[in-house]
């Protein structure tokens, strides 16, 4: 299947500071994909959707200057959470489709997640 | 968001029992669904996809699906203790966007 692949895998940062998450589709390309946040035993909570040369689109209650998405190619968006404050400790994930494949059935691709500590 | 029900659990089957999941949408819009299983820490895995009424069958696994109900739900046959974790219920919606149910956690006991 293919593949997609986040990075880091965990980060811890001091407060106000700020941190990249990158996400890569390796083997496809994604004009569109997507950043979750999971909280300790919650599901994923859809962000943002990010486009391939465009804003993305944020979730209603997500704030887009803090968390700003970039998607400068088709196979790379980057999530930057900036002033980070302990409560934006999570597990961000991201998720690209293979969209080519045809639509119905393309599953939804997840890179490994990135475990953020805020301190 | 687009609501998307699940029964968070914990549900318990003994070893070699059937499992069942169960989900619900409210968006009529939705095109197709997916389950995916989810061990602590990582990321999700698809289990199976579907997207016509009905029964769609893959191993042990067999996904249902009742658009008129909004409702999907996942059997999973002799349950083993490594299908022990969080299973996910995602909604395709317009633009490719996924949304996802809380999750039911699975507990397989030996």
């Known amino acids: 299947g293919a593949v997609v692949s986040q990075h880091p895998s965990r980060v811890i940062c001091k407060s106000g500071t700020s941190v990249k998450i990158e996400c890569r589709s390796l083997d496809f390309q994604a004009t569109t994909m997507f950043w979750y946040r999971q909280f300790p035993k919650k599901s994923l909570m859809l962000m943002a959707t990010s486009n391939e040369g465009s804003k993305a689109t944020y979730e209603q209650g997500v704030e887009k200057d803090k968390f700003l998405i970039n998607h400068a190619s088709l196979t790379l968006s980057t999530l930057t959470v900036t002033s980070a404050h302990p409560e934006d400790s999570s597990f961000y994930i991201c998720?690209?489709?293979?969209?080519?494949?045809?639509?119905?059935?393309?599953?939804?691709?997840f890179g490994q997640g990135t475990r953020l500590t805020v301190v | 968001q687009k609501e998307v029900e699940q029964n968070s659990g914990p549900l318990s089957v003994p070893e070699g029992a059937i499992a069942s999941l169960n989900c619900t949408y409210s968006?009529?819009?939705?095109?197709?669904f997916f389950w995916y299983r989810q061990y602590s820490g990582k990321s999700p895995e698809l289990i199976m996809f579907?997207?016509?009424?009905g029964d769609k069958e893959d191993g042990r696994f067999t996904a249902q699906l009742n658009k008129a109900s909004q409702y999907v739900s996942l059997l999973i046959r002799d349950s083993q203790p490594s299908d022990s974790a969080t299973y996910l219920c995602a909604v395709k919606v317009d633009g490719n966007q996924f949304y996802f149910g809380t999750g039911t956690s699975l507990t397989v006991i030996p």
């Open positions: 968006d009529r819009g939705s095109q197709s």
């Open positions: 579907i997207y016509s009424n």
């Open positions: 998720s690209a489709s293979d969209v080519v494949r045809g639509y119905m059935n393309t599953e939804a691709f």
